[in-house]
């Protein structure tokens, strides 16, 4: 049985501490051409999927990804333009019915193009073709909205809050699949990182995702929802995320009409981290 994988690509130990938010190069929290325009990505990601078929017990599946990205910046008229490269992919998916899904940098081919606008939202360009699984298991347009958090795109204090909507979908072979996300950041202050000064933002919200697909001849529906928290860390010198990390706990249901059952209870975990390579 296959399903349309959540995506957690969003995603260290650290002291945080009080003082004023450093205005970096782009004039305040806001996206921007930072001074190291070029810059590798190294980000992993893990779920844990249960499903509640009653008499026929619980399904269970796992998916998991490593991936290493060379993002690009430069100016564009409404922002930011962002070139990405899928230089190294490891994703897999295990099913309780089928064989398992795999997907490496060579199912995508052609790099992702996107602009962003000074709070992060972004604007798909190009989308890169996919192989295989490689479109359920990496989703490559979920880096347009998923992988860069908000900014308030303005200078802000320590202790400030901001609230974004993140919402987005995707259709492929195997399914669709839409994605809602409340999100409030907070500012909790600097912090000290390897002797570099970084701002260490939070954030916590609720996630909504309906998916749809196919097994068998027959459609299948998800519908699930929960609590995403996370933080990154934000280098306001160079105007650039260096990294973060992200985890999701939501509860739902699947289901199968054609099979006459009831919906059955879902629950998926997930968690994700990201850091710049080099530092």
Not at 37 to 53: K, R
Not at 235 to 253: C, F, H, I, N, Q
Request: charged share 15%; glycine share 14%; net charge negative.
């Amino acid at each position: 049985m296959k399903y349309v994988a959540l995506s957690a690509l969003l995603l260290f130990g650290m002291t945080a501490c009080g003082g004023p938010a450093t205005v970096g190069p782009n004039g305040g929290l806001r996206y921007g051409v930072p001074t190291t325009p070029s810059v590798t990505y190294v980000t992993e990601s893990s779920q844990e999927i249960g499903i509640d078929a009653g008499a026929m017990g619980t399904m269970n599946m796992t998916a998991s990804s490593e991936a290493t990205l060379g993002v690009t910046f430069a100016a564009a008229a409404n922002g930011v333009e962002v070139t990405t490269t899928f230089d190294d992919i490891t994703a897999s998916m295990t099913q309780p019915m089928g064989g398992s899904l795999s997907a490496t940098e060579s199912d995508v081919e052609g790099p992702l193009v996107f602009s962003m606008d000074a709070k992060g939202k972004g604007t798909p360009i190009t989308i890169p073709s996919t192989k295989g699984s490689a479109e359920q298991l990496i989703a490559p347009v979920s880096f347009v909205h998923d992988f860069f958090p908000r900014l308030p795109g303005r200078a802000v204090d320590p202790g400030a809050t901001w609230t974004d909507t993140i919402s987005w979908e995707f259709s492929t072979a195997e399914g669709d699949q839409s994605t809602v996300s409340v999100l409030n950041y907070t500012l909790v202050g600097d912090t000290i990182v390897d002797g570099t000064s970084l701002l260490h933002i939070t954030y916590v919200g609720d996630m909504d995702v309906v998916g749809s697909g196919a097994t068998e001849g027959m459609e299948v529906m998800q519908v699930f929802s929960g609590e995403t928290t996370g933080m990154f860390l934000w280098d306001p010198a160079r105007g650039l995320m260096v990294g973060g990390k992200s985890s999701a706990d939501m509860e739902g249901t699947v289901e199968i009409p054609a099979a006459g059952m009831p919906p059955m209870p879902m629950w998926v975990t997930a968690s994700g981290s990201i850091r710049i390579q080099g530092g």
